[in-house]
């Protein structure tokens, strides 16, 4: 006989993904304030990433990259209002509003600011503030068609203090982040990789005043368990 210890987390996992399956909420459609999740770009197919490695040149603060790695950890992004603001946790992201990105590792803000990218001389983009408290270099809209930011549509981030859009370029770093991805910002969104989706994370919905954890597959499979014979 087996005595399986089942942390919290995993049957919250199991019970939320059994959950996925009959949910159509309105609000399961839309990606949400507190949602934690990768950002996926649909062009270039890399996940925006960043690490405690900071830039050789330009403005010296951490860097933001674009990695092919499904599984990395230091992917994830909570989504929040801007500085100042408070939205609640679940409440839909409106189209045109304008919003946060804090690296889950390492507490920093997806940010932006007139130095010249290192790799494609395009605009800097970095990870910038302590404990998840920045500027407004930190200020992204929502660049999307519909009334609301939805879950399975593409996305441009169009930067506030300065008008240029977030891209992923098709140029590759050396050591010590040997292949990832250059990310930096364009005014001319047209002829680049601008389009960006959401990918494995947790998103926070609403019902019936309720809030639910929806927590994708990746939460499940990359978590081990210890089983006991008996």
């Excluded at 399956?21 to 609000?27: A, C, G, H, L, R």
């Excluded at 001389?121 to 970095?126: A, F, H, L, Y």
């Excluded at 930190?138 to 996305?155: L, M, N």
Aim: a neutral charge; one cysteine or more.
């Amino acid at each position: 006989m087996l005595d399986i210890s089942f942390s919290k987390a995993y049957l919250l996992c199991c019970v939320t993904l059994i959950f996925i399956q009959w949910t159509e909420s309105k609000n399961a459609e839309y990606v949400t304030c507190g949602t934690v999740a990768k950002l996926y770009n649909i062009d270039l197919k890399v996940r925006l990433h960043s690490h405690d490695v900071k830039y050789g040149a330009g403005s010296g603060q951490q860097s933001v990259t674009g990695t092919d790695l499904s599984e990395d950890i230091n992917s994830h992004w909570e989504i929040k209002a801007q500085t100042g603001k408070h939205c609640k946790r679940g409440e839909p992201i409106k189209c045109g509003s304008i919003i946060r990105f804090t690296h889950l590792t390492t507490k920093k803000n997806l940010h932006s600011h007139i130095f010249s990218s290192p790799l494609s001389g395009n605009q800097e983009v970095s990870a910038y503030g302590n404990d998840g408290e920045g500027d407004t270099g930190d200020h992204w809209y929502a660049d999307c068609s519909g009334d609301y930011w939805e879950r399975d549509d593409d996305i441009r981030l169009k930067h506030v203090d300065t008008g240029s859009y977030l891209m992923a370029s098709s140029l590759s770093y050396g050591r010590p982040i040997n292949g990832q991805r250059e990310i930096a910002a364009v005014k001319n969104p047209g002829p680049f990789s601008t389009h960006w989706r959401v990918k494995e994370g947790i998103v926070f919905i609403k019902m019936n005043q309720i809030t639910f954890e929806i927590i994708s597959n990746e939460f499940c499979l990359h978590k081990k368990y210890k089983t006991v014979k008996q």
